[in-house]
């Protein structure tokens, strides 16, 4: 059960569906709860003890910042590592998106994953760091693009949660300013990378991020399953 901040709203789970794999690789899911269904798209790796949920931006949907997330689960997977895309229920709604993504991270219980990345773009940064901050299983969170309207709880996350904040120079919808704040005030772990003339989407940036984006959730996955410090 997830709670809204601030409020007495719960969002009750009442169950898990997981439909056949797909053409794409993904296996629908559907996460019934007391305020309607929330949508996903599941990459399953068998016995994975490590997983990853990926958050799009205001618009909902299955987004991604220059078609960085279906690469990186792919790549992720070949290390073992499952993901879930979760489609909000009420795009640019930040309350009720918090709480799609802690559903999406009880599925992942469910399938016995026991550490959790988190990768929001834009207005999924906000979302994914205070998903985290409410995550007994959150090791790592990835922001790409961040707003920091919402992202205050990055001077809250866990101890052993890490987090890395991508952004461009070149961004014209949000200023490279809102994750050089999220940086001021968030505890350590953390590190802030910044993209000289690259947009909202780090469109000119993809060859650095992408690799960036992967490598920190497998790092610090693989650190909190051997107990091993990683290497960054």
């Known amino acids: 059960m997830a709670r809204k901040r601030g409020e007495s709203l719960e969002l009750a789970i009442q169950g898990f569906e997981t439909g056949k794999e797909s053409r794409q690789g993904y296996h629908p899911v559907r996460i019934g709860t007391n305020h309607g269904p929330i949508e996903g798209r599941y990459y399953p790796v068998e016995d994975a003890r490590c997983g990853a949920i990926w958050a799009a931006g205001a618009g909902g949907g299955y987004g991604s910042p220059h078609g960085m ?7 992720l997977r ?9 489609a909000y229920r009420r795009p640019a709604h930040l309350e009720d998106s918090i709480l799609d993504l802690l559903a999406g ?4 219980k469910d399938q016995g994953v ?5 990768t929001g ?7 994914v760091i205070a998903a985290a901050a409410h995550s007994d299983i959150a090791r ?4 790409v693009a961040s707003q920091s309207y919402g992202a205050d709880l990055a001077a809250h996350l866990p101890d052993d949660c890490s987090l890395l904040l991508l952004h461009g120079t070149g961004d014209h ?8 704040y ?10 802030l990378r910044i993209f000289p003339g690259a947009n909202h989407g780090l469109d000119q940036a993809a060859d650095e991020a992408d690799p960036l984006v992967r490598d920190w959730i497998k790092e610090k996955l693989y650190s909190a399953v051997t107990g091993r410090p990683s290497l960054h």
């Open 173 to 180: 919808t949000l200023p490279s300013s809102c994750s050089e």
């Open 114 to 118: 026991e550490h959790a990345a988190l």
């Open 182 to 191: 999220i940086y001021r005030i968030a505890t350590e772990p953390k590190e």
């Open 69 to 75: 997330y279906e690469r990186v689960i792919a790549e």
């Open 121 to 127: 773009w834009s207005f999924g940064g906000a979302v």
């Open 105 to 108: 991270l009880e599925f992942l």
């Open 78 to 86: 070949t290390e073992g590592i499952a993901s879930l895309q979760v």
């Open 140 to 143: 790592a969170v990835v922001t």
